[in-house]
């Protein structure tokens, strides 16, 4: 899974005149399929609802996590653009344990169907970490997993991401038959899912400044999607198929800022479409003998201005707010995948703002072993918040 997120930059600026197909004049973004289960369908009186609100509720029996009371929320939340939308959260609540610690984890989505989404994929075996997800249980914690991508499943929107987990949290405090109100609330996340938390934890004192949180612990951050794009080549990659996921996942969201589908050609097209529904695992195998080169008409995008302004907004290196809770960042030094120096500039700025900072770095390059690696250290960053313990500041380790 190397070099995923910095491949992004292969179809978003270094789309390449190499093929014989003609372009496309005008191409309008590829969308999920419309979700069947009326659940998922926002009312038409969405934007009546405050972010946060919760829009419906259901209960549902899950097998594997017996012991446990399993919730779907749904709730109002917000888009790039400022639009009302409708996001999901699915909760794992221990049975009988009153107001018990939340975790909301964001999970490692990286697909472009909503059947990738964790209201799903807890079912279907899509979600790759939902075995780690699940251990806080065992705490005796209460654990959430928000679709955090939107309706749309924006892989690679990360303002998004963490607009969607932080209104998440304000819904399942605002259900009172969930017995969380009063709950104390961490955000955890790795990789995609850790760029999410990061954002929540520093949109948070201006987006919900009502929420309290008592801790964030984020790893694998893809902190600069510029620096990631300027530094990749465009050839064949075995994780080209994620990194297709994430240009298409950001056009859904900045359709006309991004207009990748216009830079395609007969086969981009057809690729795009083939692929709009897909899960990571078919992502990955159909991607591995695939390139921007080949998929690409133009060069349009090359150095658009407006492209790289999109990139920045959704790059937590370049994004001014500072998170007031407890935070933990694990990085991995030599991570090809996500690069350790822009994390250790964020780290660097929060740590000269005073935030209560513990950054660990590992040794390691590759970018899921520091998951494994970092993980534990993660739940007990998190668990001595829970029981109120002063947090410690590590700006270098």
């Given at each position: 899974?190397?070099?995923?997120?910095?491949?992004?930059?292969?179809?978003?600026?270094?789309?390449?005149?190499?093929?014989?197909?003609?372009?496309?004049?005008?191409?309008?973004?590829?969308?999920?399929?419309?979700?069947?289960?009326?659940?998922?369908?926002?009312?038409?009186?969405?934007?009546?609802?405050?972010?946060?609100?919760?829009?419906?509720?259901?209960?549902?029996?899950?097998?594997?996590?017996?012991?446990?009371?399993?919730?779907?929320?749904?709730?109002?939340?917000?888009?790039?653009?400022?639009?009302?939308?409708?996001?999901?959260?699915?909760?794992?609540?221990?049975?009988?344990?009153?107001?018990?610690?939340?975790?909301?984890?964001?999970?490692?989505?990286?697909?472009?169907?909503?059947?990738?989404?964790?209201?799903?994929?807890?079912?279907?075996?899509?979600?790759?970490?939902?075995?780690?997800?699940?251990?806080?249980?065992?705490?005796?914690?209460?654990?959430?997993?928000?679709?955090?991508?939107?309706?749309?499943?924006?892989?690679?929107?990360?303002?998004?991401?963490?607009?969607?987990?932080?209104?998440?949290?304000?819904?399942?405090?605002?259900?009172?038959?969930?017995?969380?109100?009063?709950?104390?609330?961490?955000?955890?996340?790795?990789?995609?899912?850790?760029?999410?938390?990061?954002?929540?934890?520093?949109?948070?004192?201006?987006?919900?400044?009502?929420?309290?949180?008592?801790?964030?612990?984020?790893?694998?951050?893809?902190?600069?999607?510029?620096?990631?794009?300027?530094?990749?080549?465009?050839?064949?990659?075995?994780?080209?198929?994620?990194?297709?996921?994430?240009?298409?996942?950001?056009?859904?969201?900045?359709?006309?800022?991004?207009?990748?589908?216009?830079q395609l050609n007969a086969e981009g097209r057809w690729f795009r479409d083939f692929t709009a529904d897909e899960c990571r695992r078919f992502l990955l195998f159909h991607g591995v003998l695939r390139s921007a080169e080949q998929l690409a008409a133009?060069?349009?995008?090359?150095?658009?201005?407006?492209?790289?302004?999109?990139?920045?907004?959704?790059?937590?290196?370049?994004?001014?707010?500072?998170?007031?809770?407890?935070?933990?960042?694990?990085?991995?030094?030599?991570?090809?995948?996500?690069?350790?120096?822009?994390?250790?500039?964020?780290?660097?700025?929060?740590?000269?703002?005073?935030?209560?900072?513990?950054?660990?770095?590992?040794?390691?390059?590759?970018?899921?072993?520091?998951?494994?690696?970092?993980?534990?250290?993660?739940?007990?960053?998190?668990?001595?918040?829970?029981?109120?313990?002063?947090?410690?500041?590590?700006?270098?380790?």
């Amino acid at each position: 899974m190397r070099r995923i997120w910095p491949a992004v930059l292969a179809v978003l600026f270094y789309a390449v005149t190499a093929s014989v197909f003609a372009p496309v004049a005008t191409s309008e973004p590829r969308y999920p399929t419309p979700e069947a289960d009326p659940f998922f369908t926002a009312p038409p009186e969405i934007g009546d609802f405050a972010p946060g609100d919760v829009v419906r509720q259901r209960k549902f029996d899950l097998g594997p996590y017996q012991g446990t009371d399993i919730w779907h929320v749904a709730f109002r939340s917000t888009n790039s653009a400022g639009d009302p939308i409708m996001g999901v959260t699915t909760v794992l609540i221990p049975t009988g344990v009153p107001n018990p610690p939340l975790v909301s984890y964001q999970a490692l989505i990286n697909s472009l169907g909503t059947k990738c989404n964790p209201s799903h994929s807890l079912v279907n075996d899509e979600t790759p970490d939902a075995f780690g997800a699940a251990l806080p249980l065992a705490r005796g914690w209460a654990v959430a997993l928000p679709d955090y991508l939107g309706p749309n499943v924006a892989y690679g929107a990360a303002k998004l991401s963490g607009m969607v987990t932080l209104d998440s949290v304000r819904a399942l405090q605002r259900a009172p038959e969930l017995g969380l109100g009063q709950s104390p609330i961490a955000l955890a996340g790795y990789s995609g899912g850790g760029l999410a938390t990061a954002w929540a934890a520093a949109m948070q004192p201006t987006y919900a400044p009502e929420l309290t949180l008592a801790g964030v612990a984020a790893g694998g951050i893809p902190a600069d999607l510029e620096q990631m794009a300027l530094g990749i080549g465009f050839g064949n990659h075995p994780g080209f198929g994620l990194a297709w996921a994430a240009a298409m996942g950001l056009e859904r969201e900045y359709p006309q800022r991004l207009p990748i589908s216009d830079q395609l050609n007969a086969e981009g097209r057809w690729f795009r479409d083939f692929t709009a529904d897909e899960c990571r695992r078919f992502l990955l195998f159909h991607g591995v003998l695939r390139s921007a080169e080949q998929l690409a008409a133009t060069r349009s995008l090359m150095d658009d201005p407006e492209a790289r302004a999109v990139l920045r907004e959704n790059s937590l290196r370049h994004y001014p707010g500072l998170p007031q809770t407890p935070t933990m960042l694990w990085q991995g030094e030599f991570d090809a995948l996500t690069p350790f120096d822009a994390v250790a500039d964020v780290a660097g700025r929060y740590c000269a703002a005073g935030v209560a900072l513990t950054f660990s770095r590992y040794q390691i390059a590759e970018h899921m072993t520091t998951a494994v690696a970092g993980l534990p250290e993660a739940w007990n960053f998190i668990e001595a918040r829970f029981r109120g313990e002063p947090a410690p500041t590590r700006c270098r380790s």
